[in-house]
């Protein structure tokens, strides 16, 4: 198979790990069902929550593992740990084996938890080595769908089992085992380096997949909303969204089949034309086009060079620990993403303390917008992270937190439109969060000691986990009655306010950080622009400044509508924003058959540029 259709194969295989990586986004469906299966108290269903949360503590041992062992054994081990955690759980469940006492079922909750951080740690090392040019919007698209996994788990289990409350349960914990070690052994395959020198452009695949994931995001939140209402069937949403999953596949096979069957490669969607014309450096007359196409053959294997300036440090994790930088970062992240996991870790309780019978479709909007919220930083980063205006990181979180503040208060309204807003909010903003983090993690502290260095930022979510869920434990407690049951807004009134100051608090740290690094994400934009001008200048050593960013042998006359072959260059007015830093601006492509161009594209000029 060609390079780049294993390339989007593997991406392939990274959506689908991620779809069903999140086994512990959909404990809030069945949270009330296992409490009453095992009668539990509130503060002990909290405990399960952090145990699940737990694992990612030791989150670190899957970055090691991705340095040493092959990928594909890092993922089989991931879903046998799985398998173990859910597996055996259910089996106590259904009598197979002896009851479990409440602390072996908190320590299978942990290995559960911690089999998440090696199937994740697999998807971001693929999406990184295999995309290096385009990482942000692969890893955004990717992430993505973990927020879908919830909705998945869901669908699955309303279609398929029994709605008592037992049986409920048991499915919940038994399709958490099978599917990831079903999809795992799948994908393992796919989930290899694969050699991307040379590759072709990946324009047209990656807005392929756009469209895939903004329908498939759609898709979820009318499906979603319609079981809400009950117009839709959980088996209908379930095949709509299984077809969805699927979908992306029609990429690497594209690409196979362009390899198959020769095409003339051209430019694609130009809007308008400018003519240009090639005047010799020395004598002042006019190249041909032909004279043109025969040095641009004799130079078609001249590669531009750009180093990596997209990262403010390569740093190891003890060196990281001693950075006032990751310290704000970590408690930006403990505030934001953190606590948009335990408001979902506790949906279950607070939908119903409100007397809400819908929980599993609540779960499922807040996953649906989650998925949109992972989303949109890829989707930014693709269209306008050459623009000058683009925020740096650190502001988009600044920018996310702000709503999801809002809506910690907007809970404090007792009417069931405010829940479904307020969580709507809450699962787009910590999703971005969750996003963002990926590359700002690369971003600050390097890409060598990514996998490790991450698992100890995403370390945060069990701590905020204890945290706050053993406050919200402690409050609901207060506020019931003798049985330890509470109903009504009062239950988890407090815990509205506290998570909603704590994100404000967030928000102020989170504009700190931003003020101690925009120096570096204005440094890392300004030298993006000085790599191009130093790659024109590699390309026409003789070029001057002038026109900034286009060299002095290129002349160009009025906007014309003369053939390419008839003495000029034909340039495409359009931005192409698809690569991302440090690769911005730069890719090769082939004109036509008879001679191989360099495309650079401008930010002065917001227009491709034809080199020969």
Excluded at 61 to 72: N, Q, R
């Amino acid at each position: 198979m060609p390079p780049t259709a294993l390339q989007w194969l593997s991406l392939v295989g990274v959506v689908w790990l991620q779809s069903i990586s999140g086994t512990n986004t959909n404990f809030p469906a069945y949270s009330s069902q296992l409490k009453q299966v095992l009668s539990m108290s509130q503060l002990q269903l909290n405990n399960l929550a952090f145990a699940s949360d737990a694992g990612k503590l030791l989150g670190w041992f899957s970055g090691i593992a991705a340095v040493y062992l092959p990928l594909w054994l890092v993922l089989i081990i991931g879903s046998a740990l799985g398998l173990i955690g859910y597996g055996v759980q259910y089996l106590s469940l259904i009598d197979q084996i002896p009851s479990l006492s409440y602390v072996q079922i908190f320590a299978l909750t942990v290995l559960a938890g911690h089999s998440i951080c090696w199937i994740n740690t697999v998807s971001y090392v693929v999406s990184i080595r295999n995309f290096p040019c385009n990482q942000q919007v692969v890893v955004g698209l990717t992430t993505s769908y973990q927020g879908l996994s919830a909705k998945i788990y869901t669908d699955i289990v309303d279609a398929v089992f029994s709605h008592s409350l037992f049986e409920r349960a048991e499915a919940y914990l038994l399709v958490n085992s099978a599917l990831p070690l079903i999809v795992c052994f799948i994908v393992a395959p796919l989930v290899k380096d694969i050699d991307v020198s040379g590759q072709r452009n990946v324009d047209a695949g990656f807005k392929v997949m756009f469209v895939i994931t903004i329908v498939t995001g759609i898709y979820s939140i009318i499906s979603s909303l319609e079981s809400i209402s009950g117009g839709m069937s959980a088996l209908d949403n379930l095949i709509g969204t299984g077809v969805l999953l699927l979908a992306p596949l029609v990429i690497p096979l594209a690409e196979k089949l362009r390899e198959k069957v020769p095409t003339k490669s051209n430019i694609n969607g130009e809007t308008k034309v400018c003519s240009f014309t090639v005047e010799d450096q020395n004598d002042g007359t006019v190249r041909s086009v032909e004279e043109g196409f025969k040095e641009g053959e004799e130079e078609a294997d001249r590669e531009v060079q750009v180093r990596d300036v997209g990262v403010r440090e390569e740093i190891g994790a003890r060196t990281m620990l001693m950075r006032i930088d990751f310290w704000l970062y970590f408690l930006v992240y403990f505030s934001g993403a953190t606590l948009g996991m335990v408001f979902l870790n506790n949906l279950g309780q607070i939908a119903e303390s409100r007397g809400s019978s819908r929980t599993s479709s609540l779960v499922s909007l807040c996953s649906s917008f989650g998925f949109f919220g992972r989303l949109m930083p890829s989707f930014l980063d693709y269209y306008i992270s050459r623009s000058k205006h683009m925020v740096s990181r650190p502001g988009l979180i600044v920018l996310s937190m702000v709503p999801m503040a809002g809506a910690f208060f907007l809970l404090l309204s007792p009417t069931n439109i405010s829940l479904y807003i307020g969580t709507a909010i809450i699962g787009v903003c910590s999703g971005a969060i969750t996003s963002i983090a990926v590359t700002t993690t690369r971003e600050l502290f390097g890409t060598e000691n990514f996998s490790v260095n991450h698992n100890i930022v995403v370390a945060n979510i069990p701590l905020g986990s204890l945290i706050f869920g053993y406050m919200a434990a402690m409050l609901y407690r207060k506020e019931g009655n003798r049985d330890g049951k509470c109903m009504g807004l009062k239950c988890y009134r407090n815990n509205f306010v506290i998570w909603g100051c704590v994100c404000i608090l967030g928000i102020i740290l989170a504009i700190i950080l931003y003020a101690r690094t925009r120096k570096f994400y204005l440094k890392r934009h300004d030298h993006h622009e000085t790599q191009l001008a130093a790659a024109l200048t590699a390309v026409h050593p003789t070029s001057r400044a002038t026109p900034p960013g286009m060299p002095a042998n290129v002349s160009s006359s009025p906007t014309s509508t003369r053939p390419a072959d008839a003495g000029s260059f034909r340039i495409g007015l359009k931005p192409d924003p698809t690569l991302s830093p440090p690769f911005a601006g730069f890719r090769r492509v082939f004109r036509r058959k008879e001679g191989a161009f360099l495309v650079v594209s401008t930010p002065e000029f917001d227009c491709d540029v034809l080199y020969s």
